[in-house]
């Protein structure tokens, strides 16, 4: 099966910018999309297909992709930021069809 | 107001089964598949399934196979998800997701709230 990797953790003081990598083989032939998770929350769609977003979800929140490594960029980082990050693709010819990178604890010093 | 809500918390016996409910609200239920992805405490996400409310039609995660049981009902807009032959490891939280799509690939743009179902005897 396919496997996404993330780095378990990501610091950042607030104003600065967070980078988040989910790293695949050859992920940037894939559309990849990230989740922001709080604290006893749902997961909540924050970027897809590599660097869209959905309505609602600030400007500050940017993904890309390219190679073996997809990014999601959240600039002017806020105290609200801080969450646990997924990224998750899609592939109807393996099994599972859909993968979550392991996530990410992003912390705001 | 789009939503998915969930059935409560479960507690059962190794062994047994769960049933879970995520009934649909704003939208039409039967446009969008619905699937099924769990989280043990304090670890990540894993997909399950998923389950076409138009047709019926199903996808299980292989590791799931045999085990998982995805069936909804179009009269009242809601998609259940039946696991069997419970585990301590099978305590986990359950969501239900809608599916959105592109030409090219699929996410999750509506997700239920949640509903923990605890594994003990």
């Known amino acids: 099966s396919y496997v996404l990797t993330q780095p378990p953790s990501v610091s950042v003081a607030p104003g600065q910018t967070a980078r988040i990598t989910c790293g695949g083989n050859?992920?940037?032939?894939?559309?990849v999309h990230w989740y922001q998770q709080k604290p006893g929350q749902a997961p909540v769609l924050v970027v897809y297909d590599d660097s869209d977003r959905p309505s609602g979800i600030p400007e500050r929140f940017s993904g890309s992709n390219s190679g073996n490594t997809a990014t999601l960029t959240i600039s002017r980082v806020e105290a609200g930021d801080e969450a646990d990050y997924y990224c998750?693709?899609?592939?109807?010819?393996?099994?599972?069809?859909?993968?979550f990178g392991g996530g990410t604890k992003l912390t705001v010093l | 107001q789009v939503q998915l809500v969930q059935s409560g918390a479960e507690v059962k016996k190794p062994g047994a089964s769960v049933k879970v409910s995520c009934k649909a609200s704003g939208y039409t239920f039967t446009g969008y598949y619905m699937h099924w992805v769990r989280q043990a405490p304090g670890q990540g996400l894993e997909w399950m399934g998923r389950i076409n409310p138009n047709s019926g039609g199903t996808n299980y995660a292989q590791k799931f196979q045999g085990r998982v049981t995805m069936t909804r009902d179009t009269s009242i807009s809601t998609a259940y998800m039946e696991l069997s032959r419970l585990r301590s490891d099978d305590t986990v939280v359950y969501y239900c997701?809608?599916?959105?799509?592109?030409?090219?690939?699929?996410?999750?743009?509506?997700w239920g709230r949640g509903t923990l179902v605890t594994v003990s005897s």
């Open positions: 998750q693709v899609w592939d109807s010819s393996s099994d599972p069809y859909v993968v």
């Open positions: 997701a809608r599916e959105a799509s592109t030409v090219t690939t699929k996410y999750f743009d509506l």
């Open positions: 050859n992920i940037g032939s894939k559309s």
